[in-house]
């Protein structure tokens, strides 16, 4: 089966045109359904190390892009996930200055910067060691996938109640519980 390394000296540099995506769609679909479970899909994803693809990147990217709600992915729906990736991985290069194949705590605070977030170096630090599931202190692709789009959920839940516009916010508990959740699968 082929594998969708994320391997900096493996990743694809060339855009693949529909008739190679459905190709490897069809490589993927190891039980010939015509869907990709998340099983599959965490074993056609490798992450640059030796560890699987995050069980829970997979489980969020999948609920972002399962239309139908059935807990697999289509062709259409896979096709739009593939793209979703490669976004992320040209990201996650750029970032990646030293070529390690993983993000620093120093190239996580340029990542995040160039986003839009302003926060602290201690603060970054804390998410390294939440999304760093190797104990390097860097985190891989999977896993800085996962980070962002959590970053950016709980962002989004903040946001309407931080009326001001100065980074500070008053909740209800249950407003706070309702943003958490957003983000927990």
Same mark, same amino acid.
């Given at each position: 089966?082929?594998? +969708?390394?994320?391997?900096?000296?493996?990743?694809?540099?060339?855009?693949?045109? %529909?008739?190679?995506?459905?190709?490897?769609? $069809?490589?993927?679909?190891?039980?010939?359904?015509?869907?990709? =479970?998340?099983?599959?899909?965490?074993?056609?994803?490798?992450?640059?190390?030796?560890?699987?693809?995050?069980?829970? @990147?997979?489980?969020?990217?999948?609920?972002?892009?399962?239309?139908?709600?059935? *807990?697999?992915?289509?062709?259409?729906?896979?096709?739009?996930?593939?793209?979703?990736?490669?976004?992320?991985? %040209?990201?996650?290069?750029?970032?990646?200055?030293?070529?390690?194949?993983?993000?620093?705590?120093?190239?996580?605070?340029?990542?995040? @910067? =160039? +986003?839009?977030?302003?926060?602290?170096?201690?603060?970054?630090?804390?998410?390294?060691?939440?999304?760093?599931?190797?104990?390097? *202190?860097?985190?891989? +692709?999977?896993? +800085?996938?996962?980070?962002?789009?959590?970053?950016?959920?709980?962002?989004? *839940?903040?946001?309407?109640?931080?009326? %001001?516009?100065? *980074?500070?916010?008053?909740? @209800?508990?249950? $407003?706070?519980? @309702?943003?958490?959740?957003?983000?927990?699968?």
């Amino acid at each position: 089966m082929p594998v +969708f390394s994320v391997q900096l000296v493996h990743l694809r540099t060339t855009v693949m045109n %529909n008739q190679q995506v459905q190709s490897f769609f $069809q490589q993927v679909d190891r039980d010939n359904s015509g869907s990709i =479970s998340p099983m599959e899909l965490q074993q056609a994803l490798h992450n640059g190390l030796s560890t699987q693809f995050n069980m829970k @990147t997979i489980e969020l990217m999948m609920a972002m892009f399962d239309r139908d709600l059935n *807990g697999t992915m289509s062709f259409p729906e896979f096709s739009q996930l593939f793209g979703y990736v490669q976004q992320w991985m %040209n990201c996650f290069r750029q970032f990646d200055q030293d070529r390690s194949g993983t993000i620093s705590c120093n190239e996580m605070q340029t990542a995040l @910067t =160039s +986003f839009g977030f302003r926060l602290s170096p201690q603060f970054i630090n804390l998410l390294i060691r939440k999304f760093d599931r190797t104990k390097r *202190g860097q985190i891989a +692709f999977d896993d +800085f996938i996962y980070c962002c789009v959590c970053l950016q959920s709980l962002t989004s *839940g903040f946001i309407p109640y931080d009326r %001001n516009k100065n *980074g500070i916010a008053q909740f @209800t508990y249950e $407003q706070f519980l @309702t943003a958490a959740f957003a983000v927990v699968s």
